[in-house]
């Protein structure tokens, strides 16, 4: 359907965004649900977030979801917010109605989606979280809710890591980012929730020879789809996981909360986004 001028529309907000395949995975689902409706990307710099945001409230925006480096500064201007947004002090998902606006974090479901393939044990897990922001506070909110008890973060401000552990992992071992090889030993699960290796520059490089073969890694990027983080994991044998299953995961709700409709059954859908990505 050409959307009219009583399309509903919503987006994302990033900086940079251009690099999001969230236009193009909510396209296909308006698309296929017939539905009058766009979903728009919206490049915002950090001193515009609460004046673009409290603009596209006032003109009618369903709602935006939120990349970096917005996600906490989401939850801190919306005017009530989940108990999950809360705890993970972090949204990527506001919705704007007349009682006005709303946090929630998908990212956690998200998560979780992109690793039940993996049939993860996590109660015997030993996870290693790079990064201290609003993906790595997410990600290790959901680590914890699924059951991991042995866990280690590694950031490159040491600050920013001691309030991620204050806030949501008090029983978190905080590794200072010189020894972030040293950190691999004996760790099963290695995650990067940092920016790191997005565009293809500056890529976490690991010692990846100190961790165990069939362990999992996940890399919370998806461009590129095999950075050289999950490159490095899948040649020592680790199962190496991408962003863009995480991607989808969390967009299902946001879906359901922009437009009121559940998410179309496309099963090809993650098929369609490498295609995009390989025409980028």
Known sequence: MI???????????????????????????????DLDALYVPFPVAPEDFDRVVAGLARAG?????????HKEAALELADTASASARAVGAANLLTFSASGIHADNTDIAGFLYALAPASIDYSKTRALVFGAGGAARALVYGLLTAG?????????????AEGLARDIAPDASLVPWEARDDALDGSTLIINATSLGLGGRDDLDLDWQRVASGSVAFDSVYTPLKTGFLAAAADRGLTAI?????LIGQARP??????????????????RLIHQLEAQ
């Open 254 to 271: 946001s879906f359901q909360a922009f437009f009121g409709r559940p998410v179309p059954d496309l099963p090809a859908i993650r098929h």
């Open 242 to 246: 991408d962003g863009l299953d995480m």
């Open 61 to 69: 925006c369903a709602g935006l979801n939120v990349t970096l480096p």
């Open 148 to 160: 991991v008890t042995k866990l280690a973060i590694c950031n490159r401000n040491l600050t920013r």
């Open 3 to 33: 959307p009219t001028g009583a399309a509903r529309f919503a987006g994302v907000a990033g900086h940079p965004v251009a690099h999001s395949l969230s236009p193009v995975l909510m396209q296909h689902w308006i698309d296929a649900a």
